[in-house]
């Protein structure tokens, strides 16, 4: 059996280890994020939600998930 390989990332300034060649789009899905309600940036970069299921995460990447805020 193939042992799965973990690696590193940072959410939101946090140390998080996850395994290798999760996509985007799942590791959102599994913190529940609500896409419709957030901006996400990785590595710096804002990341277009059409393309959450073809980026695959990497150690070391540096995610920040911006939850918008309604008000006035």
């Known amino acids: 059996m193939k042992k799965i390989k973990k690696i590193k990332i940072k959410l939101n300034g946090k140390f998080s280890t996850i ?4 996509c985007l789009l799942i590791f959102l899905k599994e913190l529940k994020i609500p ?18 299921k073809t980026i695959k995460l990497k150690n070391n ?12």
Do not use: R, T
């Open 19 to 22: 395994n290798e060649n999760l």
């Open 35 to 52: 896409l419709k309600k957030v901006a996400i940036e990785l590595n710096q970069e804002i990341i277009d939600k059409n393309n959450l």
């Open 61 to 72: 990447d540096k995610i920040e998930i911006v939850h918008f805020i309604g008000g006035g």
